[in-house]
């Protein structure tokens, strides 16, 4: 797989768009990995090579730094009114206030992107169109988290990490990917 997110994003929209969509009238790509693995830099990718894109980004979905465990049962039901053909809602975490903020929609039809650790699993498998893991070298992604949140919030980043492998393990993620891709 090519590394630069340009050609990927290509890649990754001639793919889902050339098969029917999965999302009621619409097309679902999962962009899924690790954190500090680039998920973000490729979903931005894709969202310049596909207009009017909707990216949303499931770290806002999460409760915080233990949020993960909710995250599949928030995303389902953010799909679940899409699949049908209607808006979808969700509510955005605030990690500055450490709390929830505004409710925000997303429109049916086009395509959406879901962004982040976790956004794909098996409870939205069938809703996917395609599912694409994004990977780097594990010291790499550290050193990207820190660089972008700060030394001071290290132990949440330990304990992220090792809440991500957790949920990897068990959904099989990467097992299931359509795409893998490295970014290191």
Do not use: N
């Not at 630069?4 to 790509?29: C, I, S």
């Not at 915080?64 to 509510?91: E, K, N, S």
């Amino acid at each position: 797989m090519p590394s630069d997110p340009a050609e990927v994003a290509r890649q990754v929209a001639d793919r889902v768009l050339a098969a029917p969509p999965t999302l009621g009238p619409g097309h679902l790509v999962c962009v899924d990995g690790p954190a500090g693995s680039g998920k973000t830099t490729l979903s931005a990718a894709l969202a310049e090579v596909v207009p009017a894109t909707q990216v949303v980004h499931c770290d806002e979905l999460l409760e915080g730094w233990r949020g993960l465990p909710g995250l599949a049962a928030t995303v389902a039901a953010l799909l679940a009114p899409l699949a049908a053909g209607r808006a979808g809602r969700w509510r955005r975490w605030d990690w500055y206030a450490d709390g929830w903020a505004e409710t925000r929609s997303v429109r049916p039809g086009g395509l959406l992107v879901l962004d982040g650790v976790g956004c794909w699993s098996p409870r939205i498998a069938h809703l996917v169109g395609l599912l694409v893991w994004v990977e780097a070298a594990s010291d790499l992604r550290l050193a990207r988290g820190i660089a972008r949140d700060g030394e001071h919030l290290r132990a949440e980043w330990e304990q992220w990490r090792r809440d991500e492998d957790e949920l990897f393990a068990r959904s099989g993620t990467r097992e299931r990917a359509d795409m893998v891709v490295r970014t290191d």
